[in-house]
């Protein structure tokens, strides 16, 4: 990969970016293959795949006007970083924060954003539910994202106790959401949100189905929730 061809993919999506994003993006790249070697990050291994199913299909939330400028943002289950690590290099108004249960995959996003001199991150060892009952981590961000993850019902209960009333929980979804929808909705309002419209988010020259369901935090989750670690994806609400 090289920053000319990086450049061209986020033109061709219509994403706005600073002038140093290329060149930050293709160094996340490299160390991205390097890493992936050792532990795993990501099972795609073809280069202009992994620019537009992750790189690129992060940051097309940013054609959308969804986020707000100087807002804090969650990635729950960030993995290899996608979409959190990104858009923390295409915002750098934005303070993000990156929560993942294995530190192996912590430790490849501090050298990333080491060496791409990304300073608005902050990484938390944690599973989903036990982060969410942090008092520093609960209820505090305007929005939590998660990119292919698990369904829209699970990821209301991951997700919404991180989010401030007002914010938002932002959820990367392909074809699958549509048999989602009823469960998902029904979970929401267990957990004081409400489903809005999906939005479309394609990846130029793809076939991919690839939205995003924003999820607006009406009300305060009640503090039963989330329940233990585990139980949401094993019981999920909104059956």
Do not use: P, S, W
């Given at each position: 990969m090289n920053e000319k061809k990086i450049r061209a993919a986020l033109e061709r999506n219509g994403i706005p970016f600073p002038e140093e994003l290329p060149e930050k993006l293709n160094t996340y790249f490299a160390l991205l293959q390097e890493w992936n070697s050792k532990i795993d990050l990501t099972a795609v291994t073809d280069k202009d795949e992994m620019l537009d199913k992750h790189f690129i299909d992060s940051l097309t939330v940013l054609k959308t006007g969804m986020i707000q400028s100087n807002a804090g943002l969650i990635d729950v289950g960030t993995g290899a970083g996608f979409p959190g690590l990104v858009l923390a290099m295409a915002r750098p108004d934005l303070q993000v924060t990156l929560l993942d249960s294995q530190q192996k995959r912590l430790m490849f996003l501090e050298k990333t954003a080491e060496a791409t001199g990304t300073e608005n991150?902050?990484?938390?060892?944690?599973?989903?539910?036990?982060?969410?009952?942090k008092p520093q981590l609960r209820e505090?961000?305007?929005?939590?994202a998660a990119r292919a993850l698990a369904p829209a019902n699970v990821l209301c209960e991951y997700l919404l106790p991180y989010v401030k009333v007002d914010g938002y929980a932002l959820c990367w979804k392909g074809p699958a959401l549509r048999d989602e929808l009823e469960s998902g909705r029904r979970a929401a309002h267990l957990l004081g949100g409400r489903l809005e419209m999906p939005v479309s988010c394609p990846v130029a020259g793809r076939e991919w189905e690839h939205t995003i369901l924003p999820i607006r935090k009406v009300q305060h989750t009640a503090s039963t929730y989330p329940r233990k670690a585990g139980t949401p994806k094993s019981k999920p609400l909104g059956l």
């Open positions: 991150i902050t990484v938390i060892h944690a599973r989903a539910e036990d982060g969410a009952r505090r961000f305007d929005y939590a």
